[in-house]
């Protein structure tokens, strides 16, 4: 069921189980996390994987419904916190937490039962109602530094037509140059509708000057008002301005989630391709790039923990600020995320993302951002507080305040 293996036949152990840390853990279907952890020192780095116990090798499959704070680290004490999601299936399952260090392997099974300690099965949560009249209008961005100083606000806000479908988004906020001048910005984007089509066009105005600079996105929509194509217009930013274009497929599953995007830019002969994993209704890991290694290197995926609070604003918030990975970035077609904003890619996440892993690098991820989120007495956003984690060394991780978002709706 669970093992140490020492490869060195004893003589030195380079990491041990600490604090009564079990290696067999058994939980409920409605626990979420465990109160000690896994608790262990290494005498020298580590890394730790999470694989899915199945009784045949055709069950196996991604674990997405469990999660760590930490995967790998240096030398010292650790207290890694499992981070689950409910078990709303009505079976037990079963994960391997294998962390090595040097010679030394810790395997710790992890069972998750099928039903509550009173025997009863947890029930799914409301789908999010967001048929709604109330509409986001403004959102006030407070911005902070990494040292935790404010610095300013940006203002975001939103036209509708009588179809309550979102016609303008304006930003307007002031940029600092290296001598220390203040320079206003204005961000323009228009969306228009046509038929099976929707597109948006960015218009950048800094100082007073408009910039050439226009990103621009459309998409085709199937019968079910879901994009299932879509073009762009970017640019990169290197030693001169450099407009590039691409084109994307998306692909869904038959509860209509998003599962797949292929991407390819210009006339490249080749694409990137992002795959969406979705449990208890809601988007927990994308697998994306260009190769890496295929399905045999499950390290390149972004993932996404959530909370209890729903996800019921007319715009879909979570792609909007807490989805904010490069893995997220590019899972819809189109970096810029505006139409999953729209809601056009497929059914939403039900609950809104407490906290993103990063992906970054070789077997590495990071605990990159976390929200913290306020609503009202109807269950509408009004505040979302977004923490950055930014690291000072493997083995300290400091959150600081980033941005503070102020939602205002009409009504």
Do not use: H
Not at 113 to 142: C, H, N
């Amino acid at each position: 069921m669970a093992s140490c293996s020492d490869g060195d036949g004893g003589v030195s152990k380079t990491i041990e189980l600490t604090g009564d840390t079990q290696t067999t853990q058994i939980l409920f279907a409605d626990e979420t996390t465990t109160n000690d952890g896994i608790k262990f020192t290494a005498t020298e780095a580590w890394t730790a994987t999470v694989s899915e116990v199945a009784t045949t090798k055709a069950a196996a499959g991604r674990v997405d419904w469990i999660g760590l704070s930490a995967y790998s680290g240096g030398a010292g004490e650790f207290a890694l916190t499992m981070i689950l999601q409910p078990n709303l299936t009505g079976k037990d399952r079963k994960a391997e937490i294998r962390i090595v260090c040097g010679d030394i392997t810790i395997v710790i099974l992890v069972e998750q039962k099928g039903t509550k300690e009173d025997g009863t099965t947890p029930e799914s949560p409301d789908d999010p109602d967001v048929s709604t009249d109330k509409l986001i209008t403004k959102i006030e961005i407070d911005n902070y530094t990494y040292a935790g100083e404010f610095d300013g606000t940006d203002i975001m806000e939103f036209t509708y037509d009588n179809q309550k479908r979102l016609t303008k988004m304006v930003e307007t906020g002031v940029d600092e140059t290296s001598t220390g001048e203040e320079i206003p910005t204005v961000t323009t984007i228009v969306f228009t509708y046509d038929n099976n089509k929707v597109s948006y066009e960015w218009t950048d105005v800094e100082n007073g000057v408009i910039s050439p600079y226009k990103p621009a996105g459309s998409i085709t929509l199937d019968a079910n008002g879901r994009a299932v194509s879509g073009t762009g217009r970017d640019y990169e930013y290197k030693d001169k301005v450099e407009e590039y274009t691409f084109t994307y497929t998306l692909e869904y599953n038959t509860d209509g989630y998003l599962i797949r995007s292929v991407r390819v830019v210009g006339n490249a002969t080749s694409s990137d391709e992002e795959r969406l994993t979705w449990t208890n209704g809601n988007l927990v890991s994308v697998w994306w790039g260009d190769g890496y290694g295929g399905d045999s290197n499950p390290d390149v995926i972004d993932r996404a923990q959530y909370g209890s609070v729903l996800n019921k604003t007319n715009l879909d918030l979570n792609w909007c600020v807490a989805l904010n990975s490069e893995g997220f970035d590019f899972a819809t077609g189109d970096t810029y995320k505006m139409f999953p904003m729209l809601g056009y890619t497929g059914k939403r996440s039900t609950n809104m993302a407490e906290k993103i892993l990063a992906w970054t690098g070789g077997t590495s991820t990071k605990d990159d951002y976390r929200f913290e989120y306020t609503t009202d007495k109807d269950g509408f956003l009004t505040s979302i507080v977004e923490y950055y984690n930014y690291v000072i060394s493997n083995e300290q991780s400091n959150w600081v305040k980033e941005n503070v978002y102020r939602i205002t709706y009409n009504k």
